[in-house]
T-cell receptor, first 110, second 114 residues
Framework: DAKTTQPTSMDCAEGRAANLPCNHSTISGNEYVYWYRQIHSQGPQYIIHGLKNNETNEMASLIITEDRKSSTLILPHATLRDTAVYYCIVRGGSQGNLIFGKGTKLSVKP | ETGVTQTPRHLVMGMTNKKSLKCEQHLGHNAMYWYKQSAKKPLELMFVYSLEERVENNSVPSRFSPECPNSSHLFLHLHTLQPEDSALYLC?????????????FGSGTQLSVL
């Protein structure tokens, strides 16, 4: 069973920040939050991951709440090429399997 | 380019055919994965190989047979498939099969079973 809850779809205007929420209220202390995205007809692409601190890289920022029960992926200046399905995944334990849910379909519009 | 190459990109086969999907990674990774993505469904993990040994087999029908001859190559042998097996088959790799390792995916093979 998926351990995360995401909105089915979101729209964002080109050039604006896209904020994608994810709820993971049952996350345990050793589980990381990962974000991947999948552009149509391609394989998923890693974006970012974190444990409890906020993280930033060249693609996005990840904000994790203090209680770790939710997080937000931020694309600071969305472009049309950011249109994709975004997956929030909680992963941890002794084995490294990624379990994908249905994700959020982000549509960036001109 | 992610460093994970899958061939063929598209495949159409009949239910009595035998075919193989190939995956090659150029990243020096030790773990490789097969995922299946059916239309409008989440990705399903099928098999995991770590250091060329199968470590995960998620109740996949025997008509799907994986093979990992070395750490750079992964195959998925297909025989007597059903139309419901039509899907996008994705290969991925990671440095190791442990926490915190990110996965690198290939572009997938779009399989149609007639």
């Amino acid at each position: 069973d998926a351990k995360t809850t995401q909105p089915t779809s979101m729209d964002c205007a080109e050039g604006r920040a896209a904020n994608l929420p994810c709820n993971h209220s049952t996350i345990s202390g050793n589980e990381y939050v990962y974000w991947y995205r999948q552009i149509h007809s391609q394989g998923p692409q890693y974006i970012i991951h974190g444990l409890k601190n906020n993280e930033t890289n060249e693609m996005a920022s990840l904000i994790i709440t203090e209680d770790r029960k939710s997080s937000t992926l931020i694309l600071p200046h969305a472009t049309l090429r950011d249109t994709a399905v975004y997956y929030c995944i909680v992963r941890g334990g002794s084995q490294g399997n990624l379990i994908f849910g249905k994700g959020t379909k982000l549509s960036v519009k001109p | 380019e992610t460093g994970v190459t899958q061939t063929p990109r598209h495949l159409v086969m009949g239910m009595t055919n035998k075919k193989s999907l190939k995956c090659e990674q150029h990243l020096g990774h030790n773990a490789m994965y097969w995922y299946k993505q059916s239309a409008k469904k989440p990705l399903e993990l099928m098999f995991v190989y770590s250091l060329e040994e199968r470590v995960e087999n998620n109740s996949v029908p025997s008509r799907f047979s994986p093979e990992c001859p070395n750490s750079s190559h992964l195959f998925l042998h297909l025989h007597t498939l059903q139309p419901e097996d039509s899907a996008l088959y994705l290969c991925a790799s990671s440095q190791d099969w442990v926490d915190e390792e990110k996965l690198f995916f290939g572009s997938g093979t779009q399989l149609s079973v007639l």
